[in-house]
Every structure is written in C-alpha cells, then in structure tokens.
C-alpha cells in the first residue's frame, strides 16, 4: 500500500518567517509528486509538481524538492505571508506508463501565518 | 484555464435518501474522479472513470455508485445516504497526457451534511 505522510500536521509562524513542510512516501518508485494548496472550504489549486528525474522545483517564492532515495520531499516557502495560510498536499503518483494518474494523497499541513 | 464545477456547495438530506452530486469539467478530459475528504484523513479516492461509461472502485466505494454517460459529467450516487457518509466530496478531472500536463484539476467541492 503506498503510504504518503506529512509532518507537521500544523504549523503556526509569524509573517516573514522561512518554512519547511515535509512529506514521505513508502515506495520510492514514483513517476512525480505534487504539492496542492486548499483553502479552507475549498478544491485544490496545484503548486509545484517534480517529475521522477528532477531535484527539484521552483514558483516564486515556493520551491519543492524531491530525494526519491529516501522518499522525501520538501516544501521551502520563503518570507511567509499571511496569505500563505491554507492546507498545503502533497500527492504521489506511481503508474509510469499509465494514462489514468491516480494520486496518492498525505493528510496535509494547516498552515497559519499570522501578521 | 481548466474549469471543474461542482452542482452544490453545500447540501442537507435525510437519512435514506437518495443523493446525486455532479461534477462537470469543460477541457474534454478523459479522466475524472471522486474523493471524499474527513478530517484526520485526508483525501480518500472513491471512484474513477478513464472512459464514458467506464468506472473503476477507489479505496471506499462502499455506499457509493457512479455515473458517467457523457465525457464531461461524472456523477456519484449515494443510493440510501447514511451520517457516515457526512463529508467534503472533491471531483477533479486530469487528461490522458502524462508528465506535466497530467496534473489533476479540482471542483470547488460539496459539503454534505447527512441528518
């Protein structure tokens, strides 16, 4: 069963701060990972996504990194503003060579950032 | 821009009904799904089309079924609604295409409150 966890499962920071938010996954066998946003009450709106051969990759102040040896990736967003607070998913899919793109999804970070 | 509504944003019903909620996607996407989404548990894959008429079980389709008559409608059927069954449910809908273009885009999401 692929597993993918995220850590913290909240974080609280003043505005300006650095983040990092965490996610693993089990089966390092992966064809890409991506990082959603969710407002709340809201769909998901698609962040970053790193293909299988990349390291990483960058949106403006947002930059995911991808480690598939010890199936990890990370979420770096810098000078964190208020407007950053949301649920932040990271999802893992695996069918290489298939047309369907299931995504396995971690349970999220909540992410406040307070002025 | 890649657009996936959803027929409600909220709805109340009674235990024992008989529940439809749709989702209609507009860039002739050949994938579509359904999630529902609890607290503590993330986001949990309860059908998924490929194909018209095609349907495919997620992880929880107990209680649910599908409909997929046309490419750009995917319903689910809740056949006897149950309070278990109270939750957000997510649609989104990805095209065949792999690599980046293989994201997958989410409705705005339903809140189903079952009494």
């Known amino acids: 069963k692929q597993e993918v966890t995220q850590i913290p499962a909240a974080l609280s920071v003043p505005e300006g701060e650095n983040l990092v938010l965490n996610c693993s996954f089990t089966?390092?066998?992966?064809?890409?990972l991506q990082w959603f946003r969710q407002d709340p009450g809201k769909g998901l709106t698609s962040l970053l996504l790193?293909?299988?051969?990349?390291r990483e990759q960058t949106s403006g102040r947002l930059n995911a990194s991808l480690d598939k040896s010890s199936g990890r990736s990370t979420l770096y967003i810098a000078a964190s503003q208020p407007g950053d607070s949301a649920t932040y998913l990271c999802?893992?899919?695996?069918?290489?060579?298939?047309?369907?793109?299931?995504?396995?999804f971690g349970r999220g970070t909540q992410l406040t950032v307070w002025p | 821009d890649v657009k996936v509504t959803q027929s409600s944003r909220y709805l109340v019903k009674r235990t024992g009904e008989k529940v439809f909620l749709e989702c209609v996607q507009d860039?002739?996407?050949?994938?579509m799904f359904w999630y529902r989404q609890d607290p503590g548990l993330g986001l949990r894959l309860i059908y998924f089309s490929y194909d018209v008429k095609m349907k495919e079980k997620g992880d929880i389709p107990e209680g649910y079924s599908v409909s997929r008559e046309k490419k750009e409608r995917f319903s689910l059927i809740l056949e006897s609604a149950s309070t278990n069954q109270t939750s957000m449910y997510l649609c989104?809908?990805?095209?065949?295409?792999?690599?980046?273009?293989?994201?997958?885009?989410f409705g705005p999401g339903t809140r189903l409150l079952v009494l």
């Open positions: 860039m002739d996407h050949e994938n």
């Open positions: 999802a893992v899919r695996y069918d290489r060579g298939s047309t369907l793109g299931r995504l396995y």
């Open positions: 790193i293909q299988s051969s990349q």
């Open positions: 089966d390092s066998a992966i064809y890409n």
């Open positions: 989104a809908s990805s095209p065949y295409l792999t690599g980046a273009k293989g994201t997958q885009y």
